[in-house]
């Protein structure tokens, strides 16, 4: 047997790969317990008032959109009527818990001037944290804190750093709220945080606070006003249109600016909060000027102006002392200040007829105006209204020669304006080789437009045009006719070369012919615009703007993706900047007629029109998007897409009348179109009719809790001391009617459409009875007047034996005990006639203060009312043996100069002798005397002598009428006249 080799063993390890799968779970384990712990975050707590919307383990808290924690549990809290909830920090956001720290949840939300969290409609809600400072010192510097009390809406501003507070003074109310806000240069600057009314001192303060990064605008010349809409007048230095932020027109607010950046102001520093922003350019020095009459001047609304320019401000007017005349408080612009000076006077212009023409016709649609003639001397706040005087050419004016075919209806003295400004005087004009030639300055202030390019043209009033592109009826501006004036301007770019002395330049009979002497090739803007049927433009059609060619119509294609016809249209340069994101055009299509406030536009295409077809566009007052690419079919159906597109707020409103506005009448605010009557009906639950009315976007402010509509007047009549105004509404209202609406001082409702003004603004007057003998002349709305200034006026009649006055509420004072009420109607005499509003008005009622407790019920004073009674003046009596031709009235003379009148004629007690009581003027009394001689000089009297002849004598044109009585002095030594004192009148 053959010994086989043992066998070796050999030991060999091995390591299974299964074991690899529990220590990769356990570093697992060890590596998430350890990152747990280094990166797990705080905890805190915040109360709410509600949950709604927060999901445990999914509601995120989150700064300037980056996640930072979350929700991960809910509590209860202790008083039961909120919910604590639970949010886990992540690591990094350690520093949110921090005392003062600000939490809100974050949800959709629609207000007047902003849209937040629409995002969350979809992602849901979620918890918002905003740090109490930005300074990372000043955080670390903070105590710890883990609870806290979350805010129920959302910080209106986050301003980084500090915030400058400020109080604001108004005497009237601001009619602001908290929250609105603070604007700088247009840009929100801050907010509005209360508004509290101080009993005590009777004002308003208005808390603000403002980011520091506009402190450095807070100094001694800051200026705050209050801003709301859109202010818009009409007085003499023209058309004014002040805008305020969009946010400003919606909500209201305050803005403010400074003459310079400076010392940045100590918190809670106080300012005055003026009522617009013109107010802030007035100074605080009060001119006061004394008038025989308020002849129409109106606080708040009368200019002041100084060549041209407005200066400023009529800020009241009310009776003077013994209210014999009116006192006009006037504030002029600070940087115009020196203008009251010894030397100035005031002189008051408004519409009048003499031998040189009518004068200041404008004045009667713009209101009368105070102008300044400035003087050289100290400072003067005290004037006494002055006549006109004549108005000399400033020194160092600039000499210039107009030429044109006619003269038109330039005279010497007529205005040149630039821009509204009166920038230069026409000297005088000539007749040379069948051309007119005219003289004229520039003043020297002026010069800069004295250079070539300039040109001129006439501002008539009213301007009739006829030519290939049809006929136009349009009005001029009224500020810039108020002299048959000159206009001036430049249609390009201003030329540099200075006018030469004597320069002969052209006068064009208006400013479309001028504008045709300046056109010329400067390139052309072309546009697009989409319409659905085109069949009626053609190449080469017009282009209108206003009645006026401005371009032409181009090439024309089909849309294919759309299936709308788009056609370009060419504009002339000097047009181009008319057409922008507001613009909006129509097809012309025959004769129309436009109603644009006072104005009247009628247009008559010519036959190039009618072959070719065109359109014409304007411009809204905003941007009208897609709007503005559209050709509409006709005028009409472009405004109500543009009123579609501008429109804010839809009102309705209620009639007790059986017919209501029709639809499409216009909404008129203080004379302004600021909506229209879009739909009406009729209401069966509330029994009346109604209309629903959309106001424009800019208008929106002006709807408050005391606004009231009324139905418009064509004509509204208006009598005073004057006479009578004869106002006339937008003529669009004669045709469509037209609805007015104004804020008045009480809340009564704001959903009625009153009959007329007066109904409307009834609810905030005194309410007068006042008992009738004969009211056969006197009619509803006679005005009632105290020393020519209207107080008033008459609501209703019943029959003829009781009146209801309407008194306005600052004349409160003078419905006493002892009043004087009496009727005034048409008098007739050789000097012409007395109150002749009254055959066109009616009746008119005058009346007396009283002294006495407050009434309310008067009787009319049926016997004649002397035209002195309640002035101020000596009063005598006169005997006589006859009463010659003296009545009440009949005027007393002093060296043929009248001094007063008389009072009242009748029988001495006893019948012996006639008694003749006369008033002097106050002035005059002091030429009364204890040995003065009277003397009747009515009539004629004449006298035949054999050796003296024939002699005739006669007094004035009036005293032939009515008497008179002349008295003279010869020894003026002797004492005065006493009060009652009675004279002989000598009547030989």
Known sequence: MTDLPKAKKIYKRQFSIIWLTPILAVGIIVWLLYNGYVNSGKEIRVQFDTGAGLVIGKTPLKYRGITIGKVVDFEIADSLDKVVVVIKLDHEAAGVAKVGNKFWIVKPELSLDRVTGLETIISGSYIEVQPPSYDLADLESRDDESFFVGLKAPPRYEFSGDVVNVNLISESDPKLFRGMTVFHNSIEAGQILSVTYDNKNNIYLVSAMISSEYGQYINETTKFWNISGVDISLDASG??????????????????????????????????????????????????????????????????????????????????NDRSGAVVNIMLMKKYLDLAAEGSRFVLRQPSISAKGVENIATAVTGVYLEIIAGAGEPKYEFTLAEEPVVDVPAGSIPIIMTADEKGSVNSGSGIYFKGVRAGVVTGYRLEDSRVIFDAVIFKEFREIAVEGLYFWEADALKVRMSGEGVSIKTTPVAQILESAVKAGFFGARGKKPLERDTVLALYPDEDTAKEAYIAKQGIRKIYLITEDASSLAKGAPVLYKGFKVGELGNRFLDADTGKVRISAMIQPEYKKLVNDKTYFWKLGGSSVKFEGSEIKVSAPDIKEIVLGGVEFDNADAPLGSVGSVIYEDHTDAQKAVNAALSAEKVRLYSDKETITPLGAPVLYRGVKAGEVYSTGYDKKKKAAYADVILYREFSGTLTDTTRFWKSDSFSFEATGRGVDIKAEPIASYTTGALNYESFKKPVGTDIIYSDRGAAEA???????????????????????????????????????????LIYEKYADFLREGAKFWIEDVKVSLEGFENVNSMIYGAKINMFPGSGEALFTFKIDDTPVSPYYGRKGLRLVLRSDSRSSLETGSPVYYRQVPAGGVEWVRLADDGSRVEVGIFIEDKYRHLVRSVSVFESVSGINARFGLFSGFRLKTGSAKSILMGGVSFTTENMDAPEAEESQVFELKTD
Not at 268 to 291: G, P, W
Not at 310 to 320: A, F, I, T, Y
Not at 770 to 786: D, E, G, T, Y
């Open 239 to 320: 058309f004014n249109l002040h805008t305020v932020p969009l946010l400003g027109a919606f909500q209201g607010g305050v803005a403010f600016d400074a003459e310079t950046t400076g010392r940045r102001a100590e918190p809670l520093d106080e300012y005055d909060l003026y009522d617009n922003y013109e107010d802030t350019q007035l100074s605080r020095m009060c001119i006061t000027l004394d008038m025989p009459d308020s002849y129409g001047v109106k606080s708040d609304r009368t200019p002041v102006m100084f060549k041209g320019v407005k200066v400023g401000l009529v800020k009241d007017v009310k009776l003077n």
């Open 763 to 805: 609810p905030d007057l005194i309410r007068v009875e006042l008992q009738l003998s004969n009211a056969s002349n006197l009619k509803r709305k006679a005005p009632v007047l105290c020393n020519g200034v209207q107080i008033g006026y008459v609501n209703t009649i019943a029959g003829d034996m009781t009146a209801e006055l």
